[in-house]
């Protein structure tokens, strides 16, 4: 039977910040429970995952194992959660904090590109040292 991880995260392998966030993530999936796809890697198709690149591309998405589509801040806390990283899970999950969190993070999407250029490939850096 083939292994099913419990988050497959769609991200944006074009963009230094979001690859040094998976880095960190893929840094702490020793238990396999995450799995990662590029959305702009060419063997991407996009009908087989039923996300398109474009959505993917606007905010990250994760499909959990029994199907449901997470978007935006829930994939995170969803993804630190798995990666045992209780603290910052439980932040990204707060009901009270979505109202700041999701349009913060919605504009940060927006940005991320702009931002990236800045401060990406220092992050990128320093993830892939301490984060192994």
Sequence with gaps: MPHIPELTLYYDGQCPLCQAEIHFLQS???QGKL????????NFDARS?????????AQIHGRLANGQ???GVP???QAYHLAQLPVLAWVLSRPW?????GP???LFAKHRHTLSKRFGPS?????KRFFR
């Design 35 to 42: 799995e990662f796809i590029d959305v702009t890697q060419v």
């Design 97 to 101: 904090l979505q109202p700041m969190l």
């Design 123 to 127: 992050l990128l850096r320093f993830s």
């Design 104 to 106: 913060a993070y919605v």
């Design 75 to 77: 994939v995170f806390a």
């Design 28 to 30: 702490r999936n020793a």
């Design 49 to 57: 995952h039923h996300i398109s690149c474009e959505a993917a591309m």
């Design 69 to 71: 589509v997470l978007v």
